[in-house]
Nanobody
Framework: QVQLVESGGGLVQAGGSLRLSCAASGRTFSRYAMGWFRQAPGKEREFVAAINWSGGSTYYADSVKGRFTISRDNAKNTVYLQMNSLKPEDTAVYYC?????????????????WGQGTQVTVSS
């Protein structure tokens, strides 16, 4: 069993930066791929970024490519999402997820564990 707790959300002006963290409990963290998803009001949850178990491979949605960076520290059981050049359309609740997803990093249904979410609000 893995529990995930996100932190680092908040209010930021357009063009600013935030770093989200997701702390995981349990010894099996390093076995799992980790992903970040987001859900804006009235919209479906969407994939943002993912990283494989070792950190050697990363994947991004086109909408955040070049602005967001996902990373992980398996010694600290933590995954990060560095968000730069934020836009108002990035406003959403951001969720951390983990699981044995195979090659389906983009598919939220493949993830076994989810955090409670952290709000990110970008003002124009």
């Amino acid at each position: 069993q893995v529990q995930l707790v996100e932190s680092g959300g908040g209010l930021v002006q357009a063009g600013g930066s935030l770093r989200l963290s997701c702390a995981a409990s349990g010894r099996t963290f390093s076995r799992y791929a980790m992903g970040w998803f987001r859900q804006a009001p009235g919209k479906e949850r969407e994939f943002v970024a993912a990283i494989n178990w070792s950190g050697g491979s990363t994947y991004y949605a086109d909408s955040v490519k070049g602005r967001f960076t996902i990373s992980r520290d398996n010694a600290k059981n933590t995954v990060y999402l560095q968000m730069n050049s934020l836009k108002p359309e990035d406003t959403a609740v951001y969720y951390c997820a983990g699981g044995g997803v195979g090659s389906y990093y983009y598919d939220g249904a493949r993830y076994d564990y989810w955090g409670q979410g952290t709000q990110v609000t970008v003002s124009s």
